[in-house]
C-alpha cells in the first residue's frame, strides 16, 4: 500500500533550446555561426570597393550590418540561456531570420544589380578588380540570404 503514495519518478529531459557550446551542433542553431561570417563577408567586400551606386550598394550594407550586429545578439543570448526555453522565443527567433532572410535576398539581388551595372554604366571607371570584388559580394550575400532562409525553415518545421 505504501508503493501508491510515491510520487511518479522524476525525469530529466533536455531542453528544445540548448544553450552554451551544444548550439552549435544543433541543426537550427547551427546557422547562426555561418551566417555571421559569412554575412561579415558580404559587408567587408562591399566597403573594400568603389561604390557606383550608393543607393543600392547603401541598401546592401545597411541589411548586412544590422543583421550581423542582430544575429551576433541571438548568438550572446544561445550561449548565455537568456530565453529560458519559452515558446515566444522560438517565435521571435523564427520571425527575424524570416524577415532577415527576406531583406537579405533583396540586398543580393541589389548587389547583384550594382555589380552588373557598374560593369557597362560606369564610362572610363571601370576597374576588374572592384568588379571581383563586387561579385564575390554578391556571392557572399546570396549564400547569407540562403543560411537565413535555412534557419527560419529549420525553427519553424522543429
Not at 550594407?61 to 551576433?72: E, K, Q, W
Not at 535576398?105 to 563586387?134: D, K
Amino acid at each position: 500500500m505504501a508503493s501508491k503514495d510515491l510520487p511518479p519518478p522524476v525525469t530529466h529531459t533536455e531542453p528544445d533550446m540548448p544553450s552554451g557550446a551544444k548550439i552549435f551542433r544543433t541543426v537550427p542553431y547551427a546557422f547562426i555561426l555561418p551566417e555571421l561570417i559569412f554575412g561579415c563577408w558580404v559587408w567587408i567586400l562591399v566597403a573594400a570597393t568603389t561604390v557606383y551606386f550608393p543607393m543600392l550598394q547603401g541598401w546592401v550594407m545597411y541589411v548586412s550590418l544590422s543583421s550581423f550586429s542582430f544575429s551576433l545578439m541571438f548568438l550572446l543570448c544561445y550561449l548565455f540561456g537568456f530565453r529560458r526555453n519559452s515558446d515566444s522565443w522560438k517565435v521571435v527567433d523564427s520571425m527575424y531570420h524570416g524577415a532577415t532572410a527576406i531583406f537579405y535576398m533583396s540586398a543580393a539581388v541589389l548587389q547583384a544589380n550594382a555589380t552588373i551595372r557598374s560593369e557597362t554604366e560606369v564610362p572610363g571607371q571601370y576597374i576588374p578588380r572592384y568588379y571581383q570584388i563586387n561579385v564575390a559580394a554578391s556571392f557572399f550575400a546570396f549564400i547569407t540570404a540562403l543560411l537565413y532562409i535555412l534557419h527560419a525553415f529549420s525553427i519553424y518545421y522543429h
